[in-house]
């Protein structure tokens, strides 16, 4: 009987739930074309061997489990930052130059859901689905970029085009999470919103209508290039904003610190938070 006890005493004890590290970093048009490439706007240069491995090594500094990517040129751009022996990616099937995608650690398992296309609007970007599979649950990841233009003004603003389009994507990114709510599973919605949701924001309340939302980046500002108001953003649903850990947003920084320098880094920073996991 002594010697059960022992050996019991000797097992290792799993005391906390195990954390996730998520991500989500806009790219700023990581792409593997060549300047001058009819699908890159003139002002756009494309990366050298150097920068990507500059970003690389930024991405293992990040060591998420979970990364939604912005502005990225599809699967061949992406795997330089996040080798396929550490992470498995997935891009939307968009036939534009800055697409958005999820890369995921190896070792996680994860179902590719049907792109939401409608949020493309017919010449934006797709968002990235996926359903994340964690053992005793899963969790239903979204990855966007929305439209461009509408960071402060208002959505209603007549005659703007910008915020016009937003407007129209604010429905359908709605449907997706009233539809994991009915679902009742844990869901993330992550990426760049190109909208600081400080105050009474009326794309979160909207969404908000659709589910009760966490945010990460409530009442904080991001540090990436000087103190400025978060467009990218982290909003947990279902059990999954329980699972969002306290005082655990974090906003990867770059050690260059010239503003020349954001053509060869990017004018985002990688933003994460870690989930504490059900056993």
């Known amino acids: 009987m002594r010697l059960l006890i022992l050996l019991i005493c000797l097992l290792p004890l799993r005391v906390h739930a195990a954390d996730l590290k998520i991500a989500t970093w806009n790219l700023d048009w990581l792409t593997t074309r060549q300047a001058g490439d009819r699908g890159l706007p003139a002002d756009v240069v494309p990366r050298s061997a150097g920068d990507f491995d500059l970003l690389a090594a930024y991405a293992q500094d990040l ?50 859901n049907p792109d939401v ?37 208002t959505l209603q603003k007549t005659g703007d085009q910008a915020c016009m389009e937003l407007g129209s994507q604010i429905p359908l990114l709605a449907e997706w999470i009233a539809a994991r709510r009915q679902e009742g599973v844990p869901f993330l919605v992550l990426g760049d919103f190109n909208r600081s949701m400080d105050g009474k924001d009326a794309l979160l309340a909207a969404l908000r209508q659709a589910a009760p939302l966490m945010r990460a980046t409530e009442g904080r500002s991001s540090p990436c290039w000087g103190n400025e108001s978060f467009i990218d953003h982290i909003l947990a649903g279902g059990a999954a904003a329980e699972w969002m850990k306290p005082d655990t947003l974090r906003v990867l920084t770059f050690r260059e610190t010239d503003p020349a320098l954001k053509d060869r880094l990017s004018d985002h920073c990688p933003v994460s938070v870690r989930l504490a996991l059900p056993d």
């Open 63 to 112: 060591n998420a489990d979970v990364v939604a990517i912005e502005e990225v040129d599809g699967w061949a751009a992406a795997v330089k930052l996040f080798p396929r022996d550490r992470y498995s990616v997935h891009m939307t099937r968009d036939h534009v130059a800055q697409r958005v995608g999820i890369a995921v650690r190896r070792g996680l398992h994860y179902d590719a």
């Open 117 to 153: 296309t409608g949020l493309s609007l017919g010449h934006l970007r797709s968002g990235a689905d996926i359903t994340l599979h964690l053992g005793s649950a899963d969790l239903r990841i979204l990855a966007i970029h929305l439209k461009k233009g509408c960071r402060d003004k």
